[in-house]
Every structure is written in C-alpha cells, then in structure tokens.
C-alpha cells in the first residue's frame, strides 16, 4: 500500500510559479516497488492527463503544453516528488494529482487545487 499527499496548489495570478509536492509513505517494500511517479491533472468537463512523470531511472516526461514551465524532480531519500510549475497560465487551471506506479498497481493522491486567473 501506498499513500500520497499532495500539497501546495493554491490561487495565483498569470505568470506567478507554484511548487506542489507529493508525499509517498507506506511499506518500505511498496515504496521500492514505485516504477514511475507522475503528476495528473483535470479540469471541470475534461478527461485527466498527464503533465509530467519520471521514471525510475530518472527520466522525465511533460505534456508538450507544459513543456520549458514545469519540472519534476525527486527526492528519494524523502520519498518525495515535485512539480516546479513557472509562468502558469489560466489553462493550467485544474485538480492535480499525484500518482504513484507500481506497473501491476497505481495509487492516486487526492488532488491539490490549482487556480490561475488574473
């Protein structure tokens, strides 16, 4: 089992930067078993997709919409992920969420709300 919190989505203005975090806790062998660890997002009436994942060795994915604003890093020492998001937009609007894959198995956090509107 693992569980995820996410935090640090809030209300900013065009342009301003938000940093969300995703907490993983859980059995030291579940928390080994994370293949990739991504962050998702869905606005009101629309499907939710992923704006960025890195995988186990270190590789990282972005939406091209996203791409040259956002980045995901880690911290493996803390089991934490990030998601540094720069020069948001208002169509970056949306619930994010965490979300951790364990290939067989995926686990969702509960979504950390991300408004941007002048």
């Known amino acids: 089992q693992v569980q995820l919190l996410e935090s640090g989505g809030g209300l900013v203005k065009p342009g301003e930067s938000l940093r969300l975090s995703c907490e993983a806790s859980?059995?030291?062998?579940?928390?080994?078993?994370?293949?990739?660890m991504g962050w998702y997002r869905q606005a009101p009436g629309k499907r939710r997709e992923l704006v960025a994942a890195?995988?186990?060795?270190?590789?990282?994915e972005y939406l091209d919409a996203v791409k040259g604003r956002f980045t995901i890093s880690r911290d493996n020492a803390k089991n934490m992920v990030y998601l540094q998001m720069n020069s948001l937009k208002p169509e970056d609007t949306a619930v994010y969420y965490c979300?951790?894959?364990?290939?067989?198995?995926?686990?969702w956090g509960q979504g950390t709300q991300v408004t941007v509107t002048s």
């Open positions: 979300n951790a894959d364990l290939r067989l198995l995926g686990y």
């Open positions: 859980g059995s030291i062998s579940s928390i080994n078993g994370i293949n990739a």
């Open positions: 890195i995988i186990r060795d270190g590789t990282t």
